[in-house]
């Protein structure tokens, strides 16, 4: 009787005594595993607030386009996008932006279209496999000033210039 409940695992069924051991081996790695997430649960936690007092956060400033009815500054996002053909689109991109999204924000869709058809895009093959190109169309993304991130890092010194099209997202509070 004795004998027979003391083979007898916590699941009910025979156990011997290297079965015992991984149980036990089991239970340890759990507390071990348990304490360990806690602690980094813990040491995140210590380390996000003492990352949000590392740095100044911007000032507030009551813009004009806070409000329900508000907008942008039509003619200051045009300015924008226009310092960036100018300065910024010689080392970086903006390729997660279709021309699309420029009509009706800063352009009327003749100049987004325009804009977009003075670019060359690799079309559709041909009968024979050749790609051809295409001017470009609303829908396509901007493209990138380099052709890879290889040929990006070797103009720029080893560096990779930042794609500004998630730039906001990637700020403090953005």
């Given at each position: 009787?004795?004998?027979?409940?003391?083979?007898?695992?916590?699941?009910?069924?025979?156990?011997?005594?290297?079965?015992?051991?991984?149980?036990?081996?089991?239970?340890?790695?759990?507390?071990?595993?348990?304490?360990?997430?806690?602690?980094?649960?813990?040491?995140?936690?210590?380390?996000s607030e003492s990352r949000?007092?590392?740095?100044?956060?911007?000032?507030?400033?009551?813009?004009?386009?806070?409000?329900?009815?508000?907008?942008?500054?039509?003619?200051?996002i045009r300015r924008g996008?226009?310092?960036?053909?100018?300065?910024?689109?010689?080392?970086?991109?903006?390729?997660?932006?279709?021309?699309?999204?420029?009509?009706?924000?800063?352009?009327?869709?003749?100049?987004?279209?325009?804009?977009?058809?003075?670019?060359?895009?690799?079309?559709?093959?041909?009968?024979?496999?050749?790609?051809?190109?295409?001017?470009?169309?609303?829908?396509?993304?901007?493209?990138?000033?380099?052709?890879?991130?290889?040929?990006?890092?070797?103009?720029?010194?080893?560096?990779?210039?930042?794609?500004?099209?998630?730039?906001?997202?990637?700020?403090?509070?953005?």
């Amino acid at each position: 009787g004795q004998e027979a409940s003391a083979l007898l695992g916590s699941r009910g069924v025979a156990t011997t005594a290297s079965s015992r051991h991984h149980e036990q081996a089991e239970s340890e790695f759990a507390r071990n595993a348990f304490a360990l997430g806690a602690g980094a649960v813990g040491l995140a936690l210590l380390s996000s607030e003492s990352r949000a007092e590392d740095h100044i956060h911007p000032a507030h400033y009551p813009w004009g386009h806070h409000g329900f009815f508000s907008s942008f500054d039509a003619s200051s996002i045009r300015r924008g996008h226009q310092v960036y053909q100018q300065v910024c689109a010689t080392c970086h991109g903006l390729s997660k932006i279709a021309y699309r999204n420029l009509v009706g924000v800063c352009y009327t869709e003749a100049e987004a279209k325009e804009m977009a058809s003075e670019i060359d895009y690799d079309d559709e093959p041909d009968d024979t496999g050749e790609i051809g190109t295409r001017p470009g169309k609303l829908s396509d993304y901007m493209k990138s000033p380099y052709a890879n991130e290889q040929q990006a890092r070797y103009a720029n010194a080893g560096a990779l210039p930042p794609d500004l099209s998630l730039m906001v997202k990637a700020r403090h509070g953005g």
